[in-house]
């Protein structure tokens, strides 16, 4: 199975999930290389390019190829490229263009199984489609941003790319789904991936307007689960995540915290159910009583044992520590990067193993060559001279 | 909807969350996906309803979560945990495509939904197992939520308010929609895998291990320089960049200023070309260094206006901004709207419902009439009578030693075009 993918991190994410169960996904940049390459400010060294970590984590298992898809040579290109794939993953800023000027209609004519999955922020078509967008933008129309944050804090935005995680895991499921379907003797088709609407379809564990318009309920920022006032408590050495999500867990708790402390009047029933939210200093008193006695660990252990939901606040430093990832290989290193440097496997594991070792980064084209010549049949001359001319 | 997926059997043994939502999608498209209750295991989500959707006629056993999360799917009573149940479900095993899970190990192994048992069962099951830390490891059988991962993850720590340093989180959930999308992913691929091959396999997902890659890049760069990520609102390309009160404080609207030419247009809507000259806001390192001002004068500025009509001022002048929408806002989205985002389901009680839309959809029409809204164990007597073949006889006994259970509320039209046994 052959990818190309263009644009910016939804696409790639979406091709490194392919890239992963070992599709062979090519990333086709603009000559000299996406700005992303470089843009953030963690960079390291592979060979004798600097690559940000933000696009090595998008890019890792795919070949570079370069090629300016703003100039009509790029284009026809691409077009030749087109019959060597299966799937076509098209970001900003070529989806919008590519639908416009005809290039997707052209490539499905001339390719008819061939599956693009075009991605742009509220879709090709449509009164929005033109709006200017971001991460922020994104978020907020699609109701996810409201609710995220801190009780004090305002709405806040998710961190890191995760938009584009979001959008390219459903880019990619699309993309699947779409190639099933050719494999099946259908056509191809070009899949209208809008990430306002995909992030819209993530909204809320009770979904957000169903639950507004048969419960009346909007929603709000805070805390997700009201089972007990104040979630996180203090330990002796940190700070720990604490909830009662299902009530048969409180008397369980209440029991706990009796036996530690010796208060007896947490076992009242009048604590129990809807009724406790009445007492939320005296319950978050308890509480904290009980769990400033233990360490974190030792009190996710004991909380495990009684079916207590508990977890540690965790910053990135204890994530990179963390003894589940560490038993399970999921933070890898890998001999072409430099000493140290760990980034997360693909994130599902699968029996049979699906997953094969990371092919090495390389510089933007670096793959122009066997790319052109394999699958495009340039020869090394026609190369040259495009190279020259700015389109490789 | 496509259909694309028709013939497709799954067994949706899961309790709640992420992966009745995978369900959901593939019987969306197409698969006859079955889901399992007993009236001693109900699923939490049936009474995930706000305390006063009672009184608005809401059922309490009858959640929007259901309704939504579980369209399109069959629902059989059986109890797990007694012999004959297992051997039911082990017929069903024999004639499905794949069984999804999200209970932890050792619970999966005293209703025997483990994969070894399913593959002695039928060798081309897929079985996707979605558990809190994944199938193996010193965390194996501990439970969690997703909110708790987001906080074992570090993205409550990023999601935490920069000022006070007080812990955040999506509130959304939003583990379980990451552990959904790399589960569904990864069934549709397994599904074409086993059509190339005739072999199935097992997806174990680690909840931790999905909320890490979502944010990935992060971590890799703490383990390449050791320095933690700026918590909230902050952008490495634009500024200003945040949200601002607009509507005396009800609502906000975000905005992003991204090169000159935006920012420009910014200070003359706002009536502050001189911002241009002035030395805190000249330059993008100067707004930078004076954000807070730079802040708190714009949300001074849009304090009083109406939020859509300052995204769409903003939006005509090239700059991005958009309104911070609740449930209402999303309802009357007109670009949500064009996209017909939002399906209507036929419930048998509350006549036809909207949902929330697809987050894999092909552009295809949704069927007219997907039903939602059903009762437990409203299709035992299909699958176990018509499907399995069982005896009216057999199944009055098993009903009377509580094996099955089917509910007498509803019997809905459709059924049957999935039926007959398949080749096992």
Redesign the interface.
């Known amino acids: 199975m052959r990818v190309v993918e263009c644009g910016s991190f939804a696409s790639a994410y979406a091709g490194r999930?392919f890239a992963d169960?070992g599709a062979d996904v090519i990333k086709l940049e603009r000559p000299g290389g996406d700005c992303a390459r470089e843009?953030?400010?963690?960079n390291?060294d592979v060979g004798s390019q600097k690559i940000s970590?933000?696009f090595?984590?998008?890019h890792i298992n795919k070949r570079f190829i370069t090629l300016d898809l703003n100039s009509p040579p790029g284009v026809r290109l691409l077009q030749a490229l087109a019959g060597q794939l299966d799937l076509l993953l098209v970001d900003e800023p070529y989806s919008t263009t590519f639908h416009a000027d005809g290039t997707f209609r052209r490539l499905l004519g001339e390719h008819p199984h061939l599956v693009i999955v075009a991605i742009t922020p509220?879709?090709l078509?449509?009164?929005?489609?033109g709006?200017?967008?971001?991460d922020?933008?994104?978020l907020?129309?699609?109701?996810?941003?409201?609710?995220?944050?801190?009780?004090?804090?305002?709405?806040?935005?998710?961190?890191?790319?995760?938009v584009d995680?979001?959008v390219g895991?459903?880019a990619?499921?699309?993309g699947?789904?779409?190639?099933?379907?050719v494999?099946?003797g259908g056509g191809g088709?070009v899949?209208?991936v809008?990430k306002?609407?995909?992030l819209?379809?993530?909204?809320?564990?009770?979904?957000?307007?169903?639950?507004?318009?048969?419960?009346?309920?909007?929603?709000?920022?805070?805390?997700?689960?009201p089972g007990v006032p104040s979630v996180?408590y203090p330990t002796k050495d940190g700070?720990?995540?604490l909830?009662v999500?299902?009530e048969w867990m409180w008397p369980i708790l209440a029991q706990w915290i009796s036996e530690v402390t010796g208060e007896t009047e947490v076992l009242s029933p009048q604590f129990e159910g809807?009724g406790r939210s009445r007492y939320g200093e005296l319950v978050d008193h308890w509480i904290t009583e009980l769990t400033q006695q233990f360490t974190t660990e030792e009190l996710?252990a004991e909380a495990?044992l009684r079916?207590i939901?508990?977890?540690?606040?965790?910053?990135?430093?204890?994530?990179?520590a963390?003894?589940?990832?560490e038993?399970?290989g999921?933070?890898r290193e890998e001999s072409w990067m430099?000493q140290?440097?760990?980034?997360?496997g693909p994130?599902?594991?699968?029996?049979?193993d699906?997953f094969g070792a990371w092919r090495p980064l390389k510089a933007a084209g670096g793959d122009n060559r066997e790319v052109y010549t394999q699958l495009a049949g340039l020869s090394e001359s026609r190369i040259g001279e495009l190279s020259r001319e700015g389109v490789l | 909807m496509t259909g694309l997926l028709d013939g497709v059997r799954v067994l949706d043994a899961a309790g709640q969350l992420g992966v009745p939502w995978i369900g959901r999608h593939l019987a969306h498209h197409g698969a006859e996906v079955v889901t399992f209750e007993s009236s001693r295991f109900l699923p939490k989500i049936r009474s995930y309803v706000q305390p006063n959707a009672v009184e608005r006629g809401v059922q309490p056993d009858d959640s929007t979560s259901l309704t939504d999360w579980h369209s399109g799917k069959l629902s059989i009573g059986l109890d797990l945990t007694k012999a004959e149940g297992q051997e039911i479900f082990d017929s069903l095993v024999r004639i499905s495509d794949m069984v999804l899970t999200n209970r932890l190990p050792r619970a999966s192994v005293a209703i025997g939904v483990t994969y070894e048992r399913l593959l002695a069962v039928n060798p081309a099951i897929i079985m996707l197992h979605n558990t809190s830390y994944g199938l193996h490891g010193p965390y194996k059988d501990n439970g969690a939520f997703g909110d708790h991962i987001e906080a074992m993850s570090g993205m409550s720590h990023l999601l935490r308010d920069h000022r006070t340093n007080e812990p955040g989180s999506s509130n959304t959930l939003i583990v379980d929609y990451l552990a959904g999308l790399h589960g569904l992913f990864a069934v549709l691929e397994a599904l074409r895998e086993q059509r190339r091959t005739g072999h199935g396999q097992l997806i174990d997902i680690s909840m931790l291990e999905v909320a890490v890659s979502s944010i990935g890049e992060l971590v890799a760069e703490m383990s390449l320089s050791g320095e933690a990520p700026e918590a909230g609102n902050v952008s490495l390309e634009a500024v200003p960049y945040g949200v601002y009160p607009c509507d005396e404080g009800d609502k906000d609207c975000s905005i992003s200023v991204y090169n000159e030419e935006q920012w420009v247009a910014l200070c003359e809507e706002m009536d502050r070309s001189h911002w241009a000259n002035e030395p805190r806001f000249a330059s993008p390192g100067a707004r930078r260094r004076n954000r807070a001002d730079l802040d708190s004068e714009i949300g001074e500025w849009t304090y009083h206006q109406k939020p859509h009509a300052l995204m769409y001022r903003l939006q005509r002048k090239g700059i991005p901004a958009g309104v911070v929408q609740n449930a209402l806002d999303m309802v009357q989205d007109p670009q949500l709207s064009f996209r017909r985002f939002f399906p209507t389901y036929s419930h048998p009680a509350k006549g036809g419902v909207i949902g929330t839309g697809l987050a894999v959809n092909l552009g295809d029409p949704e069927p007219s009439a997907l039903r939602t809204g059903f009762s437990m164990g409203q299709d035992t007597e299909y699958l176990v009578g018509e499907l399995l073949g069982r005896s009216d006889e057999e199944m009055q006994r098993l009903m009377a030693e509580g094996v099955i259970e089917a509910s007498p509320l509803q019997h809905w039209p459709g059924l049957g075009q999935h039926s007959g046994q398949r080749d096992s």
């Open positions: 999930l169960r843009a953030f400010p963690k390291f970590t933000s090595a984590f998008f509220f879709g078509e449509g009164p929005y489609a709006f200017q967008s971001d922020l933008v994104l907020g129309m699609s109701g996810l941003l409201g609710p995220a944050g801190s009780p004090s804090g305002g709405p806040t935005r998710f961190p890191g790319h995760m995680v979001l895991l459903s990619a499921s699309s699947s789904l779409a190639l099933a379907e494999e099946s088709r899949i209208d809008s306002e609407a995909v819209a379809s993530l909204t809320t564990v009770a979904p957000a307007v169903p639950k507004y318009l048969q419960e009346g309920f909007m929603g709000y920022r805070g805390k997700s689960t996180y700070t720990v995540k909830t999500h299902v809807v996710l495990q079916k939901t508990v977890a540690p606040l965790n910053d990135l430093k204890d994530v990179l963390n003894p589940q990832l038993a399970r999921y933070l430099p140290g440097i760990r980034f997360p994130a599902y594991k699968t029996e049979p699906q």
